[in-house]
C-alpha cells in the first residue's frame, strides 16, 4: 500500500470520475476526504467504499467553504498529502450564448475552487516537504472545445496554467503538481450529455475508437500520487484515445 497513511482530498468526489479516484487512492491505503457540494450523493457513494473516509459539502466555488473543509479535514484525518482537483461543470454553450452568471459560475468551479484548495493545502506540504496535487484539466483547453463551449475550455486552460505555476512554485519543496487531460470519459456529464450524431462522429475521430473508462482516468492520478512519480511535475497527462496528439 504506496500511500499508506497519507491523506487525500477528492473534490466532486460523489461524481463518476472523483468517485473511480477514490477508490484507487483507497486501495493504495490512503485515508481520503469526499468533497462535493452534494451531500446527499456524497453520503450515498460513500456506503459502497472501503477504507477510511470522510465526506465533508462544500462549495469549492467559496473561498470561506474551501477553507472550513480544510481544517475539517485537517482535524478529524490529518495534514493533506494528496490533493485531487477533479470538481468540474460543463457548459456547451459558445461565446454569444453564455449568460454572464453561467461565465462566472463555470471560472468559479472549475479554476477559482482548484485555486481556494491548492491555496490552503500547499503550505502545509511545503513545510513537510512531500505533496501531490493532481489537477483535471481537459482536451478542451488544447482545442478550444470540439463539444465544449467557451467557458468550459477557456476554464480548463486557465487551469492548466495554474498547474504550471504551482508546479514552478512547489517544485523545490517535494511538492509536485501536475494535470491529467482527459477526452470523453464516460459519465453524466459528459457522453452521456451527447447527441446520437456528436457520438458516431467522435468515435470516428478517436484512434481507439471508444471513449474513456472512468477507470483509466482514475489509474492516471493513482500513478501521479504514487512515491514514484516524484520526478514528474508541471506535466499535463493526455488520456485521449489519440484524439490529440501532441
Known amino acids: ?38 451531500m446527499l450523493r456524497l453520503d450515498n457513494v460513500g456506503r459502497f467504499l472501503r477504507g477510511t473516509t470522510l465526506a465533508v459539502s462544500c462549495d469549492i466555488s467559496d473561498s470561506m467553504a474551501v477553507r472550513q473543509a480544510h481544517q475539517k479535514i485537517a482535524a478529524e484525518l490529518g495534514p493533506v498529502d494528496i490533493l485531487v482537483n477533479n470538481a468540474g461543470i460543463l457548459s456547451n454553450n459558445k461565446s454569444e450564448g453564455t449568460l454572464d452568471d453561467e461565465w462566472k459560475r463555470v471560472m468559479g468551479v472549475n479554476l477559482d475552487g482548484a485555486f481556494f484548495w491548492s491555496r490552503a493545502v500547499l503550505p502545509g506540504m511545503k513545510a513537510r516537504q512531500w505533496g501531490r496535487i493532481i489537477n483535471v484539466c481537459s482536451l478542451a483547453a488544447k482545442t478550444g472545445g470540439l463539444t465544449a463551449g467557451t467557458a468550459y475550455s477557456t476554464s480548463k486552460g ?12 512547489a517544485a523545490a519543496h517535494g511538492v509536485t503538481v501536475n494535470g491529467i487531460s482527459p477526452a470523453y470519459v464516460k459519465t453524466p ?58
Open 1 to 38: 500500500m504506496v500511500l499508506k497513511d497519507k491523506v487525500a482530498v477528492v473534490t466532486g468526489a460523489a461524481g463518476t470520475m472523483g468517485l473511480a479516484a477514490a477508490k484507487f487512492l483507497l486501495e493504495d491505503g490512503a485515508k481520503v476526504a469526499l468533497v462535493d457540494v452534494d
Open 158 to 169: 486557465a487551469l492548466t496554467s495554474l498547474t504550471f505555476s504551482l508546479a514552478r512554485e
Open 189 to 246: 456529464m459528459i457522453t452521456e450529455g451527447l447527441n446520437e450524431q456528436q457520438r458516431r462522429q467522435l468515435l470516428t475521430q478517436i484512434p481507439v475508437g471508444r471513449f474513456c473508462e472512468p477507470e483509466e482516468f482514475a489509474h492516471a492520478v493513482r500513478f501521479l500520487a504514487s512515491p514514484l512519480a516524484g520526478f514528474i511535475t508541471g506535466e499535463i497527462l493526455d488520456v485521449n484515445g489519440g484524439l490529440q496528439m501532441d
